[in-house]
């Protein structure tokens, strides 16, 4: 799964590799930062097909997706797409691969 600058529309994210993944676990991880959409553009649903997209690959490809949610509002938001905190502060959430049968150690 490539990294860097994704962008549908008005709607832009960075994906890159997580530093709080271990260095051997990281190709099998990403993480989700810099996800805007302009104030004006928002509720158009680009930013939604754009991180459903993101999803998508990452299930296809077998990789865990990491993001900070910045508010509940955004937690919430996340949770729509299969992500769930790990952590309260800062809120850290993950998105396990669906396609993927994953074991935690």
């Not at 490809?61 to 996340?78: E, S």
């Amino acid at each position: 799964m490539k990294t860097g600058t994704l962008q549908l529309g008005n709607a832009s994210l960075h994906l890159g590799y997580p530093q709080i993944v271990p260095g051997n676990l990281r190709g099998f991880a990403r993480e989700i930062t810099e996800f805007h959409v302009p104030e004006e553009f928002r509720g158009k649903g680009e930013g939604t097909e754009l991180l459903k997209d993101v999803c998508e690959q990452a299930d296809q490809n077998k990789i865990l997706l990491v993001l900070i949610a910045d508010t509940q509002k955004l937690a919430m938001y996340y949770e729509r797409f299969g992500f769930f905190a790990i952590q309260k502060e800062p809120m850290l959430m993950v998105r396990p691969p669906k396609s993927a049968e994953m074991v935690m150690h």
